[in-house]
């Protein structure tokens, strides 16, 4: 993520007790968008920082990917999720 870009987040309560979140990446280079499941509705400030945390570790595992290979690594977090845009 670019030091410029800005996180945009909207947020959801589900049924289950769970919080839905939504977020923008907005990055003129590379926007993206995203969910996170989260178990229950945090602050503003600790959901970006999750948000952040979490696009660092899939950073630093891509960062350690093979290169020769085409397929990218598997992801076990199926709490977060995130597209080009």
Known sequence: MNESASIRI????????????????????????????????????????????????RMEASLHANPFLSIAPSQDDHHFYLFSA
């Not at 909207?10 to 007790?17: E, Q, R, V």
């Not at 400030?45 to 948000?51: K, P, S």
Request: proline fraction near 4%; charged fraction near 25%.
């Open 10 to 57: 909207t947020t959801k309560a589900l049924n289950s007790g769970n919080c839905q979140v939504k977020f923008f990446i907005e990055d003129e280079e590379n926007p993206q968008y995203g969910y996170l499941l989260l178990n229950e509705i945090k602050p503003v400030g600790d959901i970006l920082e999750e948000i952040k945390l979490r696009l660092a570790l």
